[in-house]
T-cell receptor
Framework: DVKVTQSSRYLVKRTGEKVFLECVQD?????MFWYRQDPGLGLRLIYF???????EKGDIPEGYSVSREKKERFSLILESASTNQTSMYLC???????????????FGSGTQLSVL | AQSVTQLGSHVSVSEGALVLLRCNYS??????LFWYVQYPNQGLQLLLK??????LVKGINGFEAEFKKSETSFHLTKPSAHMSDAAEYFC???????????FGAGTTVTVRA
């Protein structure tokens, strides 16, 4: 089975801190995604990467950046954490784009980030 | 903009009763539609998908969904609920060769014994 591993299940940070959320997948997938999940809003795409060092902005990229130096690892960076970034963050990977209809997204278990 | 609307943020059903979760999409081009399920403290798992083949799609765990173009709907059903079906369910939409998968707000299902 494909495994998508997020480094922390729970994280507590203070406002203004630089925060790194790490995601690793073990199936050699080209595509990786970062979503945030908020009650009543579902999942919203933050960033997408289709190859090493390549990225595309999603629907809510403001306040976030990403890094993909190796194919298996996709990092989400909060340069200066704010309280409105308190949320559940989900990483996903896939061998094909959602719009190619061939492959599903594989999700990690999520990181619940609290910014105080 | 592509979007899906899930009607009802919470659904409560008795064990053995029909589960019906509603999803409507808005677009003028043919969509690809998905249902994902999230069990407590887990990531999302794909239940089923519609990608322009058969309009009635069967998924895992006894779930199925029917694509109705005339109603712009993709409702999820299961004839007989089980306690293990308690979870949050998300409808999602994308389009041919797009990288964005847009999710609905989610519907939480509770199953009463």
């Amino acid at each position: 089975d494909v495994k998508v591993t997020q480094s922390s299940r729970y994280l507590v940070k203070r406002t203004g801190e630089k925060v790194f959320l790490e995601c690793v997948q073990d199936m050699d997938h080209e595509n990786m995604f970062w979503y945030r999940q908020d009650p009543g809003l579902g999942l919203r795409l933050i960033y997408f990467s289709y190859d090493v060092k390549m990225k595309e902005k999603g629907d809510i990229p403001e306040g976030y950046s990403v890094s993909r130096e190796k194919k298996e690892r996709f990092s989400l960076i909060l340069e200066s954490a704010s309280t409105n970034q308190t949320s559940m963050y989900l990483c996903a990977s896939s061998s094909s784009l959602p719009g190619q209809g061939r492959e599903k997204l594989f999700f990690g278990s999520g990181t619940q980030l609290s910014v105080l | 903009a592509q979007s899906v609307t899930q009607l009802g943020s919470h659904v409560s059903v008795s064990e053995g009763a029909l589960v019906l979760l509603r999803c409507n999409y808005s677009s003028s081009v043919p969509p690809y539609l998905f249902w994902y399920v999230q069990y407590p403290n887990q990531g999302l798992q794909l239940l089923l998908k519609y990608t322009s083949a058969a309009t009635l799609v069967k998924g895992i765990n006894g779930f199925e969904a029917e694509f109705k173009k005339s109603e712009t709907s993709f409702h999820l059903t299961k004839p007989s609920a089980h306690m293990s079906d308690a979870a949050e369910y998300f409808c999602a939409v994308t389009y041919s060769n797009d990288y964005k998968l847009s999710f609905g707000a989610g519907t939480t299902v509770t199953v009463r014994a």
